[in-house]
């Protein structure tokens, strides 16, 4: 046998020249692998740079084609209100109500057949004639009404880089009567995006289909030799991308090339994206990469040199050397801590690689399910199988370098150990260890069970706002370092308090659960669902940078939430959501902001409609400033006495006698003037408000009534509209019954008008409080008829008086089929013996339409608008007279 030191030294020599060799291999597969990844990032920028420019230009497509469309409909209404009401005003009528005031309009003009302007929204716009101009003979030449799009000729002012939209008119008998004219600046296709988005280089253009450049954001580089049209002719039916040389622009710069044909109009958005650019990250990544290897491998070199002199240098030392050092116990047999004592185990190089129970006490040994004979002189990683014995050799090893150790430990899921949480403490003594283990398990379940009771929502079993506002901050620098993105979901249940209030705070509990259920089924397993409070919901999805990702996750919450809850007693919620979405970081950088935002954008979504979803918009935060600041002031307003009625008469169509009226709420701010209802009575509905402007409503058209009682006026019926939330524990009987009552009027002077979505659902107290109001004498309207979804039978059980037939429909009455639909209402309402009101006779024509068809009453504009009430007496009420002459 060769001596050991024989053997070390062999093993060493071996060492000796290994080490380089191994550094020398690893160095010129670090290069290999450099090369390569570096091949690789390269054709992957050319790859991402043509699915960027194809990305962009798909966009630009589709703002191209929405804003053509937004002229071919400004176009259309400028057409219709010319071709119905011919008027030199006209332009300056629309311009007035707010068309037309966008810098982006150069010209908007009508031409009379002879191709001279009639109307026009400035002077000096077109030349006096454009009877020969091509886009005024081919109107004249075609019969077509469709909207045509070319640049503005050179004969129009601010030519060139103008978009020029002309659409054919038609007089009475379909001849030729003209076209409109609308010159926009090119400029407003082009901003769609800037350098900051497409680079330096970047470049936007709009071409024809025949592959003639229009318009293009800054200076022409696009080259005019026909090579638009070769490459639309080797891309899709719908466009395509790819690589343009240095020579296909005439600034010299190689791009990356992305078409889309507009699906509607002859035209191609087209984005060129610099390869340059594209490349740049690759190239850097490039040099970091390849000074990245010469550092390591000179360190290779230099450490595998210094690992071979060390090698050559070292000699054999002791090893497996057992020494136990005696030590006092810590605890005693009758302690309830467990005590042990481990000697460390080492390798051939003298590193410690386990430890050896070499004495513990009966409690101690109880823990793991064993006797003390049994657990002494055995190795720990022969007790602690697995993950959980190379944990504790760890904890030991931390020990034995510095001294100390204390943790508390969730204990290894077996059936070995009898306790779930125990308190280590690691005590260097000699070399050896004292360990104590204290079972602390009960302690960690009741701080368990006060973390989730802290942390999560007793009716849904979700996470709640604590545990949000204290999970987010570690999550956002978490996301920051990997740069994942986080999208944070604000998310409201629409008519959740009806829900509430109809049925009960039972059922609006049991909602509650069910949606967060269905909520929860909508989502990936790692993101998190929380109950932010009452009927309000927050969602977290990490990762979350992509938008359209984030918004498809919204749309199925929208959809999800559309869909009507089955609750108990065969209940069926029907209730959407509005979901505000912020992102990370580019919304906020902390959990309160994000937040925040979010909320803001929900808002927003409720303010359009509710059942949508929206992303946080900067804008958006002042709008819902002014908001708060209406609510404040519409709080104010109330208290101050600031809201009054106007009247709108409805009378007889045939004879033009009054009949009745309705009254109208209308509000006048001290500093702001006359505030829309438009902007008031929602945000009245939604915080509530709605219900003491509904009483002072009541309160003032009747107090009204009396007076014009008492000034011996002629008295008719006025109808006050009633918000469905007035409904609910007979408030509007009760007020309506005290305001008869104080005012000494019959029931009959009063009517009450509800809308049709008051009617959507089982809204059995609703129905009720409506039969209460019958009994006293007050007539129902059913108003905006034709807008909601009120059924036949609903009106059978409802019994409403009168049916008021929404504007859009009358609107429509010298149109066919919109005469014929008119019709069938009327006849519809006569067989449930209810009176048909028409809303919204702005027309003579549509009054003699309406007399043909046996419309009971009229109400519109043409008759009268809504008027204060001293107007009113003196038009109206002071001697009977024919409204319709």
Request: aromatic residues 8%; glycine residues 10%; contains cysteine.
């Amino acid at each position: 046998m060769k001596p050991a030191s024989s053997s070390l030294s062999r093993t060493n020599y071996y060492l000796a020249i290994l080490w380089p060799l191994l550094a020398i291999f690893c160095c010129l597969a670090y290069w290999a692998v450099t090369v390569s990844r570096a091949n690789t990032e390269a054709e992957q920028a050319d790859a991402d740079l043509l699915k960027e420019a194809d990305s962009y230009a798909q966009a630009y497509e589709q703002y191209v084609t929405r804003s053509i469309a937004q002229m071919d409909q400004i176009t259309m209404q400028l057409k219709y209100g010319w071709e119905r009401a011919p008027s030199l005003t006209v332009i300056e009528d629309m311009r007035a109500d707010g068309m037309f005031t966008d810098q982006a309009f150069v010209f908007v003009g009508i031409v009379g057949a002879d191709g001279r302007v009639r109307s026009s929204s400035k002077g000096g716009g077109l030349p006096h004639s454009v009877a020969q101009m091509p886009f005024f003979l081919q109107h004249k030449n075609n019969n077509s009404t469709a909207l045509r799009v070319d640049l503005a000729p050179r004969g129009l002012e601010g030519g060139g880089e103008r978009v020029l939209f002309t659409r054919r008119l038609d007089s009475a008998d379909e001849e030729f009567d003209g076209i409109v004219v609308m010159a926009v600046d090119g400029d407003y296709f082009t901003s769609f995006v800037g350098a900051s988005t497409l680079g330096h280089d970047g470049l936007l253009t709009l071409v024809d289909t025949e592959g003639k450049s229009w318009i293009e954001q800054g200076a022409r580089t696009f080259t005019a030799d026909g090579r638009i049209l070769r490459l639309r002719a080797t891309g899709g039916p719908t466009g395509g991308s790819r690589p343009i040389g240095a020579d296909g622009f005439r600034d010299g710069v190689a791009r990356a090339l992305g078409w889309r044909d507009s699906p509607v109009y002859p035209v191609v958005a087209m984005v060129a994206l610099s390869r340059h650019e594209g490349q740049a990250a690759a190239l850097m990544s490039w040099k970091a990469g390849r000074d990245r290897v010469f550092a390591v491998s000179a360190c290779l070199l230099l450490l595998s040199g210094l690992a071979s002199v060390l090698s050559l240098r070292a000699a054999a030392r002791e090893r497996d050397q057992e020494a136990v050092r005696l030590a006092y116990r810590t605890a005693t047999e009758s302690a309830d801590e467990g005590f042990y004592m481990a000697a460390p185990l080492r390798d051939r190089k003298g590193q410690i690689v386990d430890f050896m129970v070499v004495d513990c006490n009966e409690r101690g040994a109880s823990f793991y399910g064993m006797r003390r004979a049994e657990l002494v002189g055995r190795a720990v990683s022969t007790i602690d199988h697995g993950i959980g014995g190379a944990e504790v050799i760890a904890t030991y090893q931390l020990a034995m370098s510095n001294g100390f150790y204390e943790e508390d430990r969730r204990m290894p899921a077996n059936d070995k150990v009898t306790i779930t949480w125990g308190r280590r403490r690691v005590v260097r003594v000699g070399d050896g260890l004292a360990v104590t283990l204290q079972d602390i398990s009960e302690r960690k379940r009741h701080e368990t069970e006060l973390e989730r009771l802290a942390n999560e929502d007793p009716l849904t079993g979700l996470r709640n706002r604590s545990w949000l506002l204290n999970f987010i901050p570690a999550l956002l620098d978490g996301t920051a370092r990997d740069g994942a993105g986080l999208a944070l979901l604000f998310i409201d249940l629409d008519e959740f308090k009806h829900v509430n209030d109809s049925h009960g705070h039972a059922v609006g509990d049991q909602l509650l659960t069910v949606a967060a259920r269905r909520l929860g089924t909508l989502l990936r397993p790692g993101d998190q669902v929380v109950r932010f409070g009452g009927d309000e919901f927050v969602v977290l999805l990490h990762p979350g940078q992509d938008e359209r990702a984030i918004a498809a996750v919204a749309e199925r919450i929208v959809a999800a939430f559309k869909t009507p809850f089955v609750l108990d007693e065969g209940i069926q919620a029907v209730i959407g959501a509005s979901v505000g979405i912020s992102l990370f970081p580019r919304d906020g950088a902390d959990a309160r902001t994000l937040i925040r935002h979010a909320d803001i954008a929900m808002y927003a979504a409720k303010d359009e409609g509710k059942g949508q979803y929206r992303f946080f918009d900067p804008r958006l935060a002042g709008e819902v400033s002014r908001r708060v600041l209406l609510k404040e002031q519409l709080t104010g307003a109330i208290e101050r006495d600031q809201f009054f009625l106007h009247y709108q008469p409805r009378v007889d169509p045939a004879s033009g006698t009054l009949l009745s009226m309705e009254a109208l709420v209308r509000w006048r701010h001290p500093d702001a003037g006359m505030v829309s209802p438009g902007d008031f009575i929602p945000l009245a509905e939604s915080s509530g408000l709605i219900l003491q402007i509904g009483a002072l409503v009541i309160e003032k058209a009747c107090a009204q009534l009396a007076a014009w009682r008492e000034g011996g006026m002629l008295l008719v019926p006025v109808s006050i509209n009633v918000s469905p939330m007035q409904f609910g524990g007979r408030g509007v009987v009760r007020q309506l019954e005290s305001a008869l009552r104080r005012h000494g009027l019959p029931a009959a002077l009063v009517e009450v008008e509800i809308t049709e979505s008051a009617m959507m659902g089982d809204h059995a107290e609703i129905a009720a409080e409506l039969a209460q109001l019958r009994a006293l004498g007050i007539k129902l309207h059913l108003d905006d008829f034709g807008t909601g979804y009120s059924s036949l039978s609903q009106l059978r059980a409802l019994k409403m008086d009168v049916l008021k037939v929404d504007r859009t429909f009358t609107a429509e009455l010298e149109q066919a089929d919109g005469k014929v639909f008119f019709e069938a209402i009327v006849s519809m309402a006569h067989a449930l013996g209810m009176t048909v009101v028409a809303e919204g006779v702005e027309t003579a024509a549509q009054l003699r339409i309406l007399r043909e068809l046996g419309c009971d009453e009229v109400q519109g504009f043409y008759i009268a608008r809504p008027l204060p009430a001293h107007e009113i007496e003196a038009r109206f009420l002071a001697a009977p007279i024919d409204a319709c002459a």
